[in-house]
């Protein structure tokens, strides 16, 4: 079994040594084998992020099997829409087992959504990777020993803001968030973890607005007569976008400090382009300007085969068909139970270079980048950004034995 430290494509080049070995009555019959990944998620409702994010899936797809697979066998990607609804998600997931027949499920994006698949993965005793949905309790209060989770949860992201938050010097806060459990999630973190850092902070006021309808102008004017110091953000996609459009008409952001949960990401600022705020500290992703080794190869990767540029799904796309690869070559099948086993501690070599499965919460130490919101002459950029390691900004061992069910494990 190959070393779970040996870069991916090291492993997959053995794996094409040892089918170069086979005779030719078992390459044949090898050849009509595939590993079905069984991929959902919210491809309708929440394109800007989900478009990239297919289009990662699929070179990282494209680039395995051009090495010879996993084991000699490809890997073969069934998507589903799940219309960012839990019920049609689980139809989904139940149709992708019974019809197409696939060994994995893959994906979501919504927290909700995931963790109904989660769910059903546990009820149905078969392997999920969560891609991208961040709650929490995906992984610690509903957690399962079937899903694991890819990218940084809300707790991760928020940690990693707080001390930036805290050197702002402000005490009177503001709380706007969408009211599902993504948006509860970290706006429960964010006031639990400020208070630990700065006793003496106030939230002054708090809107919870419905999922992709959100009233940008009663809730600006909620804020501004709060008259908060600061306010910390957690909207995202086109609630984002009207969020800025009316904070910036009525002055609600001048002389404030903010703090962002994702509005670093080039999904977004892309779409706020000239209406980018200045200075709000955000989690993102600045394509442009990453210069690691990993990274420029999978841009330049990505640019030649689509002819645009990466945006953050992309890389959680790509990323979670890499880890998946990885895995399925440490378990050398796709049962369940050796799937399992084999993602507790697994290392996987990522664009943001290596993350690791931890065996504790099944919670990847995937970063994000930290930074502020620039508009460079009308184009929303991030600046003064930095990665931030996602195994720092993870609760001790004991804590997530206190949030994680024993028979989680």
Same mark, same amino acid.
């Given at each position: 079994?190959?070393?779970? =430290?040996?870069?991916?494509l090291?492993?997959?080049?053995?794996?094409?040594?040892?089918?170069?070995l086979?005779p030719?009555?078992a390459?044949?019959?090898?050849?009509?084998?595939?590993?079905?990944?069984?991929? %959902?998620?919210?491809?309708?409702?929440?394109p *800007?992020?989900?478009?990239?994010?297919k289009?990662?899936?699929?070179?990282? %797809?494209? $680039?395995?099997?051009?090495?010879?697979?996993v084991?000699?066998?490809?890997?073969?990607? %069934? #998507?589903?829409?799940?219309?960012?609804?839990?019920?049609? @998600?689980?139809?989904?997931?139940e149709?992708?087992?019974a019809?197409e027949?696939?060994? !994995?499920?893959?994906?979501?994006?919504? &927290?909700?959504?995931?963790? *109904?698949?989660?769910?059903?993965?546990?009820?149905?005793?078969?392997?999920?990777?969560a891609?991208?949905?961040?709650?929490?309790? %995906?992984v610690?209060?509903?957690?399962?020993?079937? #899903?694991?989770?890819?990218?940084?949860?809300?707790?991760?992201?928020?940690?990693?803001?707080v001390?930036? +938050?805290?050197?702002?010097?402000?005490?009177?806060?503001?709380?706007?968030?969408?009211?599902?459990?993504?948006?509860? &999630? +970290?706006? @429960? #973190?964010?006031?639990?973890?400020?208070?630990?850092?700065q006793?003496?902070?106030?939230?002054?006021?708090? $809107?919870?607005?419905p999922?992709?309808?959100?009233?940008?102008?009663?809730?600006?004017?909620?804020? @501004?007569?709060?008259?908060?110091?600061?306010?910390?953000?957690?909207?995202?996609?086109?609630d984002?976008?009207?969020?800025?459009?009316?904070?910036?008409?009525r002055?609600?952001?001048q002389g404030?400090?903010? !703090? &962002?949960?994702?509005?670093g990401?080039?999904?977004?600022?892309?779409?706020?382009?000239?209406?980018?705020?200045n200075?709000?500290?955000?989690?993102?992703?600045?394509?442009?300007?990453?210069?690691?080794?990993?990274?420029?190869?999978?841009?330049?990767?990505?640019?030649? =085969?689509?002819?645009?540029?990466? =945006?953050?799904?992309?890389v959680?796309?790509?990323? /979670?068909?890499?880890?998946?690869?990885?895995?399925?070559?440490?378990?050398?099948? @796709?049962?369940?139970? =050796?799937?399992?086993?084999?993602?507790?501690?697994? $290392?996987?070599?990522?664009?943001?270079?290596?993350?690791?499965?931890? *065996?504790?919460?099944?919670?990847?130490t995937?970063?994000?980048?930290?930074?502020? #919101?620039?508009?460079?002459?009308g184009?929303?950029?991030?600046?003064?950004?930095r990665?931030?390691d996602?195994?720092?900004?993870?609760p001790?061992?004991?804590?997530?034995?206190?949030l994680?069910?024993?028979? /989680?494990?």
């Amino acid at each position: 079994m190959p070393s779970t =430290r040996r870069p991916l494509l090291a492993a997959l080049l053995a794996a094409s040594a040892s089918w170069a070995l086979l005779p030719a009555g078992a390459q044949a019959q090898a050849s009509g084998n595939t590993y079905k990944i069984g991929e %959902i998620n919210s491809y309708k409702a929440q394109p *800007a992020f989900l478009e990239p994010y297919k289009k990662g899936m699929e070179l990282a %797809i494209e $680039q395995i099997n051009a090495g010879g697979g996993v084991q000699g066998r490809k890997l073969q990607l %069934i #998507t589903r829409d799940d219309n960012g609804n839990p019920g049609d @998600a689980v139809r989904a997931a139940e149709e992708l087992l019974a019809r197409e027949k696939v060994d !994995v499920l893959m994906g979501t994006f919504l &927290s909700h959504v995931g963790l *109904a698949v989660s769910d059903f993965a546990r009820q149905k005793k078969v392997f999920f990777l969560a891609a991208e949905p961040l709650t929490d309790k %995906i992984v610690w209060e509903n957690g399962n020993r079937y #899903t694991f989770r890819l990218r940084p949860s809300t707790y991760m992201q928020v940690a990693m803001l707080v001390p930036e +938050a805290v050197q702002l010097r402000k005490k009177r806060w503001a709380i706007v968030y969408p009211n599902y459990e993504y948006g509860q &999630s +970290a706006a @429960a #973190t964010f006031k639990t973890l400020m208070k630990a850092a700065q006793p003496d902070v106030e939230f002054v006021a708090e $809107q919870a607005t419905p999922l992709g309808k959100v009233d940008a102008g009663s809730v600006v004017q909620a804020l @501004a007569d709060a008259k908060p110091d600061a306010i910390f953000n957690v909207l995202f996609a086109a609630d984002l976008a009207r969020f800025v459009r009316e904070g910036n008409t009525r002055g609600l952001f001048q002389g404030r400090g903010v !703090v &962002s949960l994702l509005s670093g990401e080039p999904e977004y600022l892309d779409t706020l382009k000239g209406e980018t705020p200045n200075g709000w500290i955000v989690t993102g992703y600045p394509w442009q300007a990453i210069q690691t080794p990993e990274h420029k190869a999978f841009l330049a990767a990505y640019q030649k =085969r689509f002819g645009d540029y990466p =945006r953050a799904g992309s890389v959680v796309g790509y990323n /979670a068909v890499l880890s998946l690869a990885a895995g399925l070559q440490r378990a050398g099948s @796709a049962d369940t139970e =050796r799937l399992i086993a084999a993602f507790r501690g697994l $290392q996987v070599d990522t664009p943001f270079g290596p993350i690791t499965y931890r *065996a504790q919460d099944h919670q990847s130490t995937m970063g994000a980048f930290v930074g502020t #919101t620039k508009n460079d002459g009308g184009r929303g950029v991030m600046a003064d950004f930095r990665y931030m390691d996602g195994a720092k900004f993870q609760p001790s061992d004991a804590q997530v034995r206190q949030l994680r069910p024993a028979a /989680a494990n």
